[in-house]
T-cell receptor, first 112, second 115 residues
Framework: ELKVEQNPLFLSMQEGKNYTIYCNYS?????LYWYRQDPGKSLESLFV?????AVKQEGRLMASLDTKARLSTLHITAAVHDLSATYFC????????????FGKGTKLTVNP | EPEVTQTPSHQVTQMGQEVILRCVPI?????FYWYRQILGQKVEFLVS????????KSEIFDDQFSVERPDGSNFTLKIRSTKLEDSAMYFC?????????????FGEGSRLTVL
């Protein structure tokens, strides 16, 4: 059974600092998704990583995927308060499945 | 920008009552999903639906749950006899292609509170 582990689960950081959120998963997959969720809101798609070595960047966020290590990272550069949210990674279970397995989420708070 | 819409945004119901949550997926999408998120917890897959039938379901999706696409636009989730533990945010999602090539778009969610 596919397990997805995110760490840290809670992250409090200062504006202007850099940090990385990690997403590990337990079985082979080469498709990984990052979502942002604001309190009480839906899941906003940030990145879709569809192959080993994929790297995508949008503004202050950059996501990468290493399928050999079964690891994805979401790197935050020069954080700003607006980035405060919960970030989820989700992994496609493959094998013909249409199911995404989500991590528990990382609640990011960026302090002024 | 096309979006997935869900109604109601919040429903409060008594234990044992039937609930129907409605979703209008993005119009050219072919794959439809329901996920749920119990407050403060992770998002969990319930069911996927393609070509007018369930393609996959999780252990959570027991006989109390059903889905249908009654009119070619709406996609509904019915909970026949709600339990306290069904209280959660239910997200509908849709995709234009199979998940392994495409992106999943989520609706705003329907919060279900079972008393």
């Amino acid at each position: 059974e596919l397990k997805v582990e995110q760490n840290p689960l809670f992250l409090s950081m200062q504006e202007g600092k850099n940090y990385t959120i990690y997403c590990n998963y337990s079985t082979t997959s080469d498709r990984l998704y990052w979502y942002r969720q604001d309190p009480g809101k839906s899941l906003e798609s940030l990145f879709v990583l569809l192959s080993n070595g994929a790297v995508k960047q949008e503004g202050r966020l950059m996501a990468s995927l290493d399928t050999k290590a079964r690891l994805s990272t979401l790197h935050i550069t020069a954080a700003v308060h607006d980035l405060s949210a919960t970030y989820f990674c989700a992994v496609d279970t493959q094998g013909g499945s249409e199911k995404l397995v989500f991590g528990k989420g990382t609640k990011l708070t960026v302090n002024p | 920008e096309p979006e997935v819409t869900q109604t109601p945004s919040h429903q409060v119901t008594q234990m044992g009552q039937e609930v129907i949550l409605r979703c209008v997926p993005i119009s050219n999408h072919l794959y439809f999903y329901w996920y749920r998120q119990i407050l403060g917890q992770k998002v969990e897959f319930l069911v996927s639906f393609y070509n007018n039938e369930i393609s996959e379901k999780s252990e959570i999706f027991d006989d109390q749950f059903s889905v249908e696409r009654p009119d070619g636009s709406n996609f509904t989730l019915k909970i026949r006899s709600t339990k306290l533990e069904d209280s959660a945010m239910y997200f509908c999602a849709s995709s234009a292609t199979r998940l392994n090539t495409g992106e999943l778009f989520f609706g705003e969610g329907s919060r279900l509170t079972v008393l």
